[in-house]
């Protein structure tokens, strides 16, 4: 594998090797299909959920946190889907600039993949707690 950056004063030259350029792009193409299955995923719970209240009548503030939930999921999920379609721009173009942006939301997207894994792991440990006290 190899990778060089040339900086000039117009340009930013990315310069990768071939194995590496498949690597990357098929690692894009996989990184937008995930994305995109899960946000319409997300989309179709949202919906859903709209629809299980209105025939239910259950509470709105649960309707309302479940939302904002999947609303920073899809986000979360926006962040690889720009990471694959960046690494196709900057591969296409040659440019340095484009793979460190999409190297960054890629960042962006572990950084808040484990966050939300982090805040989930406490919570069921709250609640596995919870319940041993009760029994």
């Given at each position: 594998m190899s990778i060089n950056s040339h900086n000039t004063q117009d340009e930013n030259i990315l310069e990768i090797d071939q194995q590496t350029q498949r690597q990357l792009r098929s690692a894009a193409s996989w990184a937008k299909i995930i994305?995109?299955?899960?946000i319409i995923v997300l989309s179709l719970a949202i919906?859903?959920?709209i629809v299980i209240n209105l025939k239910t009548g259950n509470g709105f503030g649960t309707i309302v946190i479940s939302i904002a939930v999947i609303?920073?999921?899809?986000?979360?999920?926006?962040?690889l889907y720009k990471f694959g379609q960046e690494t196709e721009e900057s591969l296409e173009d040659q440019n340095?600039?484009?793979?460190?942006?999409?190297?960054?939301y890629l960042q962006k997207y572990f950084y808040w993949t484990l966050t939300l894994f982090c805040i989930a792991l406490?919570?069921?440990?709250?609640?596995l707690l919870f319940a041993a006290l009760l029994v």
């Open positions: 994305a995109i299955l899960t919906f859903a959920l609303g920073v999921y899809i986000k979360i999920w926006h962040y340095s600039e484009s793979m460190s942006t999409a190297f960054f406490v919570l069921v440990i709250g609640l």
